[in-house]
């Protein structure tokens, strides 16, 4: 059996350092492999600003000192991209940052976890 992968999904802001963290605790107590994840929509420019460059290299450099694999990817259909991603890693826990659009119907987080309810993965938000 493949070691259970925890995944952190960050954006491009240096914040997502404690989304990170978390991650590590919670692979650490499971004894799973870490990965972070940033999904830039296909409308999204890559590094826009000189702020989110510098913020991808910082979340780089924290996921190297977690011993994690750091992905970043462009989709047009982010919510799928993710799916795709916990499935074909054998992703047992997710970690999300809380989405200022927690209250909206339909917000990437309720996508996902209904995209998976027929399947057993935890999926966290940490709050701000």
């Known amino acids: 059996m493949e070691q259970p992968v925890v995944l952190v999904c960050v954006t491009t802001q240096k ?3 404690r989304l990170i963290e978390a991650g590590a605790k919670a692979a650490a107590a ?9 999904v ?11 702020n989110e460059a510098d913020a991808l290299e ?4 924290v ?16 919510a799928q991209t993710l799916v795709d991603y916990v499935r074909e890693n054998g992703v047992h826990m997710v970690i999300f940052g809380q989405s200022p659009d927690a209250d909206k119907p339909g917000n990437l987080i309720e996508k996902v976890r209904e995209m998976l309810a027929d399947e057993t993965i935890a999926i966290a938000v940490q709050a701000r």
């Open 15 to 17: 914040s997502c350092e």
């Open 30 to 38: 499971t004894q799973a492999k870490l990965h972070v994840i940033h």
């Open 40 to 50: 830039a929509g296909s409308h999204q420019r890559f590094f826009n600003t000189l």
């Open 58 to 61: 910082f979340l780089f450099g």
């Open 63 to 78: 996921s190297k000192t977690h011993e994690a694999e750091m992905t970043v990817v462009r989709s047009e259909d982010v």
